[in-house]
Each structure stands twice: as C-alpha cells, then as structure tokens.
C-alpha cells in the first residue's frame, strides 16, 4: 500500500461510525406493496410488516440525494478515484436481520469503513477491495447489519483498440463510404427526404428503398459534450464529441481533432476529416475550419 494511500485508509478508519442518517419516511404499507409486488413475494404476513431484505431500502438517498460528508463509503471511493482507480463493481453483500420492521418504525443507519486491501490484480485490473459495514436502528436497538464490499480497480489500458460500430443493412452503405472517404448521406429518391442515422424506410413517404447523396464534409457545431469519464477504448482523456449540423440540413455525430475543450464554441465551422482505424474501419472525424 503506497504511503498516501494507507495514510487516508487510517484516518478514515479511525473515524469511526458515521452519524445515523435518518430515513426520509418511516417504513409504511404502500412501499411493502409496491416491493412485494415487483418481487412477486406474496407472503400474506405482508404488510403487516416489512420484508427483512426491504431494510436498506428505507434508507437509500433517492434519486437527487447527495452522500454525507462523513459517509466512508463515499470518501473512500474519491481517494482511489484520484488515485486513478476509477472503474468499480460491487463484489460481496451480506445482511442479517434482527426482526421484523413494522409499519410507523422510524429507521436511522450508520457505517463505518472495515478494510481495504489491496492492490490486487484481478481479472478487471489492477484495484483495492473496500468493505463497510452499515449498522440501521429503530431508536437505539440495532435491527440489521450489512457488510458491502466493492472493488475499485484501474481498466487496463487498450491501446490500438476502438469500439466498432455495428454494421447492418441500414449503415452499410455508411460505412462503405467512409472506407472512400465518403460521407453519405441517406436520401429517398421518391421524396428526396434525407436522413441520418439511416433507416429502413422514409419517414416522410415511407419509401423502402432508400439510396444515399455525399455530403459535402461542412457544417457548424451545433451542440457538444466532452468526455471526461468512463475511460474509452483507443481514446486520450478527455475528448470532445461535436454534433455537427452539415450543409445538407442533417445533424451528424463525431469526435472534434485538434480543439482544447474550452475552445470549442457553438457555431464554429468545421469539416470532415478521416481516421484510419485499420483496413477494415475508417471513422469519420471533425476538424475545425481555420
């Protein structure tokens, strides 16, 4: 274990529990319903009370919740994030219970980080194995425990590897044309509707038997995002995805060369341009019009 790393294992581990985090609403018959019927648990001592395995539902953030400050889980998770283990999968999960909740019973749960060990190798990659345990009360009596552990583990690299696209009877055509630096475009000869991603059929006429124009490779960034996270297959950290509006009217998606993510700017003109992947994959990409 590398210094900094056992340094903030210790101190997070000597913190200790966290505070209780109280449940938003106490355990109540409409969520037992809702949860025996998604499980299809139709024990008729339910609602009465509540599934035992139901205990960490009570207590889960929701959808716009934010961890606490002092949740260890959480803290941990961003020092092996800066510490580049940045992929995580949850390895080990085991729970037991005290008794029955009952309707009306008010829960709280605390944690506290057990261990972490590692680095490990393991099939996924290089990683640490983090195990906390979560404590939930009613009042002061501890009605459950859960150990959780994660592994939080560094993808390896994949040099010279990109994610294919998948290629059918609608894209082929696409396709062909970027192995001649074409960038193709779908259109309906009946119509002269164009459409990208291609289909089947003309939505306008309904047309099943489309053929395709070349673009000319213009247009503007109509919208963008930068990828910062998850790691990509072939691809430096971050990069910019430009969704370009061409000439022809039709919007297309590609990576945008050469353009520090803080320049790129809406409306900024660009044109097509070509990466060679192998002899079997040509992806059309964007560079900025000078």
């Known amino acids: 274990m590398s210094n900094p790393l056992e340094t903030e294992v210790r101190r997070l581990k000597s913190l200790g529990e966290s505070k209780p985090r109280f449940a938003r609403d106490p355990v109540n018959k409409p969520m037992i319903n809702n949860w025996t019927e998604a499980m299809g648990d139709r024990n008729p001592v339910y609602p009465g009370v509540a599934p035992p395995a139901m205990v960490q539902v009570w207590t889960m953030y929701g959808l716009d919740g934010v961890r606490d400050a002092d ?8 020092v092996l994030d800066d510490a580049g283990y ?3 999968v949850a390895t080990n999960c085991e729970q037991t219970y005290h008794r029955y909740l009952t309707p009306g019973e008010q829960l709280s749960v605390t944690t506290r980080l057990s ?8 099939a996924l990659g290089e990683g640490w194995f983090v195990t906390t345990l979560s404590t939930w009360y009613v ?14 583990f560094r993808p390896p690299e994949q ?9 059918d009877q609608d894209t082929e055509f696409f396709w062909a044309g970027t192995a001649q630096r074409e960038l193709r475009i779908q259109r309906c000869p009946d119509c002269l509707e164009l459409r990208h991603p291609p289909g089947p059929f003309c939505q306008a006429c ?5 053929d395709h124009v070349v673009a000319s490779g213009r247009g503007t960034v109509f919208s963008y995002v930068v990828h910062h996270h998850p790691p990509v297959p072939g691809k430096r950290l971050p990069f910019v995805i430009a969704l370009v509006e061409l000439e022809e009217g039709v919007r297309m998606l590609g990576e945008l060369l050469d353009v520090p993510p803080d320049d790129v700017r809406i409306g900024q003109p660009v044109t097509v341009d070509w990466s ?8 059309p990409v964007w560079r900025a019009v000078p």
């Open 159 to 167: 040099a010279g590897t990109v994610i294919r696209p998948l290629v």
């Open 115 to 122: 261990d972490v060990v590692g680095p490990k190798r393991t």
């Open 276 to 283: 060679r992947v192998d002899s079997e994959l040509t992806v």
């Open 86 to 88: 940045t992929s995580v």
């Open 206 to 210: 309904g047309n099943d038997r489309p």
């Open 71 to 78: 949740d260890p889980l959480g803290a941990m998770t961003k």
């Open 139 to 152: 009042d002061d009596e501890p009605v459950a425990e859960m150990m959780f552990r994660v592994l939080k």
